[in-house]
């Protein structure tokens, strides 16, 4: 089954603990994104990627990582994350950026005490 | 940024009857898309409109695009209890290989 998978689903965790969510897509897809999702902000691109190696700064990168080693994953990394990172977090992919339809993951809720 | 806006932010309606939701944008675009999302889960996608594109349909949904008004229509007929989600349109750069960037959403609610 074509699909994104995000891990994990939900995540509590402390000021300043790195932590690391995985994306997975099984499309071979070329490109990558990361969005947070706020109440009343709609959502906001973190990170994306058009292909392996390489990366780029969406709307709102500050205090995330990103790295695309293989065409597959795109894993989401906070160094150091605060309060104001508490969001809900979505992965998706496509075949050619914002020229075809985004296939999204099921979403990961941080909460960041 | 967000480039695509949605309209109305909230959107009540009775099973049976037509949602028609609004969206406008500012630069120019080579497609504009929708999205549905049920409440918390990823977003699903919907329609995908070409800028040289005025009208499309997918079973119950049909969108219009104005390109020289920077607008897009997303109808939904004969509504029904299982289409209450959020809406979104979203937008791409307008040049070549670009991203996506979405709108903040139509929540519509619909009832038996």
């Known amino acids: 089954e074509a699909q994104v998978t995000q891990n994990p689903r939900y995540l509590i965790t402390v000021t300043g603990k790195k932590l690391t969510v995985t994306c997975s897509q099984n499309?071979?897809?070329?490109?990558m994104s990361w969005y947070r999702q706020d109440p009343g902000l709609g959502l906001r691109q973190i990170y994306y990627?058009?292909?392996?190696?390489?990366?780029d700064k969406g709307d709102v990168p500050e205090g995330y990582k990103v790295s695309r080693k293989e065409k597959r994953n795109f894993p989401l990394i906070l160094e150091s994350p605060s309060p104001n990172q508490t969001s809900l977090y979505f992965c998706?992919?496509?075949?050619?950026?914002?020229?075809?339809?985004?296939?999204f993951g099921n979403g990961t809720r941080l909460t960041v005490t | 940024s967000q480039q695509g806006e949605e309209d109305p932010q909230a959107l009540s309606i009775q099973e049976g009857e037509n949602a028609t939701m609004n969206c406008s944008y500012k630069?120019?675009?080579?497609?504009l898309q929708w999205y549905r999302q049920n409440s918390g889960r990823g977003l699903v996608h919907l329609i995908l409109?070409?800028?040289?594109?005025r009208e499309k349909h997918s079973g119950r949904l049909r969108v219009t695009l104005d390109t020289s008004k920077k607008s897009s229509s997303l109808l939904i007929t004969a509504s029904r209890a299982a289409d209450t989600a959020s809406y979104f349109c979203?937008?791409?750069?307008?040049?070549?290989?670009?991203?996506?960037?979405f709108g903040k959403g139509t929540m519509l609610l619909v009832s038996p």
């Open positions: 998706a992919s496509s075949m050619k950026g914002g020229n075809s339809p985004l296939h």
């Open positions: 499309m071979n897809h070329e490109y």
């Open positions: 990627s058009m292909n392996v190696e390489v990366t």
């Open positions: 630069t120019s675009i080579n497609n």
């Open positions: 409109i070409r800028s040289n594109e």
């Open positions: 979203a937008t791409d750069g307008g040049s070549g290989y670009s991203t996506l960037t």
